[in-house]
């Protein structure tokens, strides 16, 4: 073959690389919980295969066709930490019926931004912004998906279920979060902070669970004291048997979601999560609370249809905020962990804040940082913040120090161009 000929199979091939996309395998028609078979060849079971393909499941993940009462959810599950899936608990929402084709959604919130993410889940990787119409463009044949905190004029069409409609759980949600993608979608095995009602409108959801009593045999990465969340850095797609070999003895159970249907995943409790078809779902964060108060339930009408619009949340995303954040920490835990601090003390100053961050930040502590943050405390300029301040403190005073604390969770929109919030 002549140079000039070999230049242009060259430039071909690369054409169709780069430059041609395909439409992704939109099936969810898929074998789950996986066939595990003896292996015939020598190999340990499951070896470079898929997670679940290790060691068959103990069974699925309690599941209920009505919805339990608040106090139940907590004295059967939330309060032992037992996940449970709702079949067909969303269904009564509107966005359960509208939100079925990308042009209802184009047409009416396709110009708010939403954080999307790679399709192959990296817990380093950072989000990028863009608008839902730019996302709906071309998230077919792209290889990323939405995770990204539920947008204001979209809460108005999603559901809150009965099971959190009243107590301690409706006064302390976080946050709601949007997911839409196309096609395969793999998370790593993690486990996040806060309890999570995790509902589907749209697609197919299969989940692994497993008890975080087995934390130490799952190979975590090294988290920061305090932090509520973290992730195993196993390949979930190739287990690699011979260098973790402790995951052919862990039990697990599973669930698959169907439309309508929700799985409540406690905080802590590890999870893997895997999406099929064109998948759109919606979910809801709230503080593990060591408690329940359910004073106002008798007073609440928990079978009153309520959209997601009419409950408060910590933290929220209206058209035009530059930024879009979420998964802070819970500004009332930071409170109450302040109060535990000056238990001893009659003030606080900026000296025992120091030793507060060190514990809280880790490695990550800064000491001219930590006086920094706690000047947003001392509002008064008084070098101490006493308890009854920090007690009578406004929410919105703590949600800024949670921002300084935590890392960045978003990038800022700064007119046509967008960089990692600083």
Same mark, same amino acid.
């Given at each position: ?8 199979? $060259?430039?071909?091939?690369?054409? *169709? ?13 898929? !074998? ?21 393909? %290790? ?22 599950? #939330? ?11 969303? #269904? ?14 184009? +047409? ?11 399709? #192959?889940?990296?817990?380093?990787? %950072?989000?990028?912004?863009? &608008? ?9 044949? +792209?290889?990323?998906?939405?995770? *990204? ?21 409706? !006064?302390?949600?976080? +946050? &709601? ?8 979608? &793999? ?29 130490? !045999? ?48 406690? &905080?802590?409790?590890?999870? %893997? ?30 079978? %009153? ?28 835990? $930071? ?9 001893? =003390? ?6 025992? $804040? ?14 001219? =940082? ?8 001392? !509002? ?43």
């Amino acid at each position: 073959m002549s140079a000039f000929r070999a230049a242009i199979v $060259f430039a071909v091939l690369s054409l *169709s690389v780069s430059d041609i996309h395909f439409p992704k395998d939109m099936r969810t028609d898929v !074998q789950f919980p996986p066939i595990v078979k003896r292996s015939d060849s020598g190999l340990p079971d499951g070896h470079l295969r898929p997670l679940g393909y %290790q060691k068959k499941p103990e069974g699925r993940v309690k599941e209920y066709q009505e919805l339990l009462a608040p106090r139940e959810f907590w004295e059967q599950h #939330v309060q032992h930490r037992v996940p449970l899936v709702y079949r067909q608990a969303v #269904v009564k929402a509107p966005a359960f019926f509208k939100w079925q084709t990308d042009e209802y959604i184009r +047409e009416k919130y396709g110009d708010l931004d939403v954080l999307i993410e790679k399709k #192959v889940e990296s817990r380093g990787a %950072q989000p990028q912004r863009m &608008s839902l119409n730019d996302f709906l463009d071309s998230y077919e044949y +792209e290889d990323w998906y939405v995770v *990204s905190l539920l947008p204001d004029p979209m809460r108005e069409e999603m559901m809150v279920p009965r099971s959190l409609l009243c107590g301690t759980f409706r !006064q302390h949600i976080l +946050e &709601s979060n949007l997911w839409i993608s196309a096609g395969g979608t &793999s998370s790593v095995l993690h486990y996040d902070a806060d309890h999570n009602l995790h509902c589907l409108l749209s697609g197919r959801k299969d989940f692994i669970m497993i008890h975080p009593k087995y934390a130490d !045999q799952l190979d975590l990465v090294e988290k920061k004291k305090f932090s509520g969340s973290g992730y195993s850095t196993m390949n979930m797609d190739m287990i690699n048997v011979f260098t973790n070999p402790h995951i052919s003895k862990i039990p697990w159970t599973w669930a698959t979601l169907r439309p309508g249907d929700c799985i409540f995943i406690p &905080s802590g409790y590890f999870h %893997q999560v895997r999406s099929y078809g064109r998948s759109v779902a919606g979910t809801i964060m709230w503080s593990p609370l060591p408690e329940f108060d359910d004073s106002d339930c008798a007073s609440t009408d928990i079978d %009153q249809y309520t959209p997601l619009s009419q409950v408060n949340m910590m933290w929220t995303y209206k058209k035009g905020d530059k930024v879009l954040e979420m998964r802070h920490t819970d500004p009332e835990v $930071f409170r109450a962990g302040l109060l535990t601090l000056l238990r001893d =003390r009659d003030r606080l100053r900026p000296e025992h $804040f120091e030793y507060f961050y060190e514990d809280l930040m880790g490695d990550k502590a800064d000491a001219p =940082r930590a006086r920094e943050i706690f000047g947003l405390l001392d !509002q008064k300029k008084k070098g101490s913040v006493s308890m009854e301040e920090i007690r009578n403190m406004d929410v919105e005073v703590l949600k800024n120090v949670a921002r300084h604390l935590d890392d960045p969770h978003g990038p800022v929109k700064d007119h046509d161009h967008t960089h990692d919030e600083l």
